[in-house]
């Protein structure tokens, strides 16, 4: 979803484009500050006000925006971009109907409008799921604006949470155009999915440790087809993945990129190996913790709970904020709880085990855990990912939003109850409570914007049920005299 400054009217043509020009250019505090004198002397300007609105929504002062533009639309209920400015503030506070009315309000009146056909798909693809409706839109944007890489990647997003992956994963190339895309930089040809005997290929971390998680499961089928395979991750990764894929060598990213004739970012490699829904290899689990490590958290984890084998249960509630990029922020604030929201948890089983597996900031609330929840935090003892696997091996289950711990659990074969947020990821699908990627997956989806209640207690509902499997499980047989 995308905001940007209206072109100028004649009798604003210092202001407007002084204002513009400094947006475009990310010099946003000196753009505030001209539209804010040139509004303080021209209250009813209506352009200058829908730019300034679009300028807020950049920088996520979505309330703000939402008065300015609704002044903007009052004033000239004809201007189109002021209509569609407002559908993305709308959006983005996740006020779908509005936004959808608003984006419909800005085609009435501009038919050739890029931005509010492709907002308004994402409105629906993120509110209603309605797929096949949402990339008509998609479609009709990319018509319009061809060279438009947020239209084209909307379009993607829309197509991939669909299930339609040869197309989905095809359009979604366009991503690395996009500004907030860290493309990096290397300078040798795109592997294709073509054999490459007696070359090495680059195989390259692309988004957050979820992501590569995610993706390293092709890293095998990549493997099979030439000469050698190098991995560059982040160093949390490297240990983990190296185990789980002796077919390829794993190097950090801290060090140089090794020599290389071909190189993939990862969340391109579904495409280079023609991957669909129903090829997707391994949901059975692919990763590998280090048995050692398994033993030794056994033995932990036996001295520290209660006798009589209770369940165990890792808790994630949070993820990490990725400041640095507006779009993804605005997601976690969404895809996070807190501790205290999975209270109803403990409510409803009395008996499990918790187990933080929380880092960051937000592991703080582990000082004080719901009443009555039973709760162990080892994260301190946690320095990589494959310290993480080996622990969540020894758990029975992990209850997590949308982070890189439920991609360890669920690839190491864990069962995960996941939460995900109203506009889930598109890797989620839609309307599904089941993963293709993952089989112990388990989605509980918000109904509702920013209200986890209602997942939270189909949980407790399902936890009460499971404990009590688990409780028979454990009973010794009975036996007849």
């Known amino acids: ?30 753009a505030e500050a001209v539209y804010r004198k040139r509004i303080g002397e021209e209250p009813r300007d209506a352009l200058t006000l829908s730019n300034y609105g679009g300028l807020l929504i950049g920088i996520c002062r979505f309330e703000p925006a939402l008065e300015v533009l609704s002044r903007a639309v009052a004033l000239a209920p004809q201007l189109a971009d002021a209509w569609c400015n407002l559908g993305n503030a709308l959006q983005s506070q996740q006020r779908y109907d509005e936004a959808i009315a608003a984006y419909s309000k800005c085609l009435s009146i501009s038919l050739e409008h890029p931005l509010a056909a492709t907002n308004l798909g994402v409105a629906l693809d993120s509110h209603r799921g309605q797929h096949e409706m949402a990339q008509k839109f998609h479609r009709v944007a990319v018509e319009l604006a061809a060279d438009s890489p947020e239209a084209h990647t909307n379009y993607a997003l829309s197509l991939l949470a669909q299930g339609n992956y040869p197309e989905g994963f095809a359009e979604y190339e366009w991503r690395w ?36 998680l995610q993706f390293s499961r092709f890293i095998p089928l990549a493997a099979k087809l030439g000469g050698t395979v190098v991995v560059r ?12 894929f002796p077919q390829a060598r794993f190097v950090s990213e801290k060090d140089p990129a090794p020599a290389h004739d071909l190189q993939c970012p990862v969340l391109s490699l579904p495409l280079a190996l023609n991957m669909t829904l129903d090829t997707l290899p391994s949901p059975e689990g692919f990763l590998k913790p280090d048995p050692e490590k398994v ?39 969404r895809r996070s709880t807190t501790l205290a929201a999975l209270a109803p948890l403990a409510n409803s089983a009395p008996d499990p085990v918790f187990f933080s597996l929380q880092v960051g900031e937000q592991s703080s609330q582990t000082r004080t855990p719901p009443t009555g929840m039973k709760l162990i935090d080892y994260t301190d003892e946690l320095h990589d990912f494959g310290d993480t696997a080996a622990l969540i091996a ?39 409570t089941d993963s293709p990627w993952y089989t112990s997956v388990r989605i509980y989806q918000q109904d509702k914007p920013l209200d986890w209640s209602g997942p939270v207690a189909q949980m407790a509902k399902d936890l009460k049920i499971l404990e009590k499997q688990h409780q028979s499980e454990k009973m010794p047989e009975r036996t007849d005299a």
């Open 1 to 30: 979803m995308t905001s940007s400054p209206a072109p100028h009217s004649d009798n604003t043509i210092f202001f407007s484009d002084a204002g513009t020009q400094l947006q475009r250019e990310g010099r946003l505090l000196e």
């Open 177 to 212: 155009k996009i500004r907030t895309a860290r493309h990096h930089g290397f300078d040798v040809p795109l592997w294709r999915g073509e054999r490459f005997d007696g070359k090495r290929l680059l195989i390259h971390t692309e988004g957050g440790f979820g992501d590569v």
């Open 233 to 244: 991750v982040r160093p949390e990764l490297q240990g983990l993945l190296a185990r789980s």
């Open 394 to 432: 020894n758990l029975d289950l992990v209850i997590a939003v949308d982070t890189s711990t439920a991609h360890v659990a669920a690839g190491i074969g864990k069962p995960v109850w996941l939460l995900s947020r109203y506009d889930q990821c598109w890797r989620w699908l839609s309307n599904r």
């Open 295 to 333: 033993r030794k958290w056994a033995q932990h984890i036996q001295k520290d709970t209660p006798a009589g084998h209770p369940l165990k249960i890792g808790l994630v509630w949070a993820g990490a904020p990725h400041s640095e990029i507006r779009e993804a922020e605005v997601a976690d604030r």
